[in-house]
T-cell receptor
């Protein structure tokens, strides 16, 4: 069981759709992260939020839009994605940036 | 950024065997985590080990920060140990190595 909860577990969407991925933690962590993982590759950092403020954006295309509405919740809004965006999207949290990260089970995204 | 190299890239073991996985990194780090990603994609924390040695059951890890490497030991391997093991040292941010893909055969 994981203390970082991601929904949905699987998502299939067309290139013109708009959808959102959700990540929730109730451990009181103040740093939250989005990673993208392609098949047979390591996770790659996309965004970092620290105290609900975006602190790192690793040159991610604007079709990915993160949002941190409160300290427990992190969203990733998706719009006009491309087939190459199909991947496992992992959310993580840590007490503060630089401290051990705990990962959710991920959302497996397929773009048709 | 930090360069992280893990070896071996692939490993096949017979159940009950022991193994050592290695992680080399190119720069000073503030901390280092080892993860196991199971065949379903779940990324499980194994160790947070910026330096020294830790043990958890059949697994143990050692980091020698001054020499820029970390080792993960798996003893008496089981089929449930199969998956990918990632080392992730942290400089500015957590940087994942390429992983060691482990298959344990019954």
């Amino acid at each position: 069981d994981t203390e970082v909860t991601q929904t949905p577990k699987h998502l299939v969407m067309g290139m013109t759709n708009k959808k959102s991925l959700k990540c929730e933690q109730h451990m009181g962590h103040r740093a939250m992260y989005w990673y993208k993982q392609k098949a047979k590759k390591p996770p790659e950092l996309m965004f970092v939020y620290s105290y609900e403020k975006l602190s790192i954006n690793e040159s991610v295309p604007s079709r990915f839009s993160p949002e941190c509405p409160n300290s427990s919740l992190l969203n990733l809004h998706l719009h006009a994605l491309q087939p190459e965006d199909s991947a496992l999207y992992l959310c993580a949290s840590s007490p503060r940036t630089g401290q051990p990260q705990h990962f959710g089970d991920g959302t497996r995204l397929s773009i048709l | 950024g930090i360069q992280v190299e893990q070896s071996p890239p692939d490993l096949i073991l017979q159940e009950g065997a022991n193994s050592t996985l290695r992680c080399n990194f190119s720069d000073s780090v503030n901390n280092l985590q080892w993860f196991h990603q199971n065949p379903w994609g779940q990324l499980i924390n194994l160790f947070y080990i910026p330096s020294g040695t830790k043990q958890n059951g059949r697994l143990s890890a050692t980091t020698v920060a001054t020499e820029r490497y970390s080792l993960l030991y798996i003893s008496s391997s089981q089929t449930t140990d199969s998956g990918v093991y990632f080392c992730a040292p942290k400089g500015n941010m957590l940087t994942f190595g390429g992983g060691t893909r482990l298959m344990v055969k019954p």
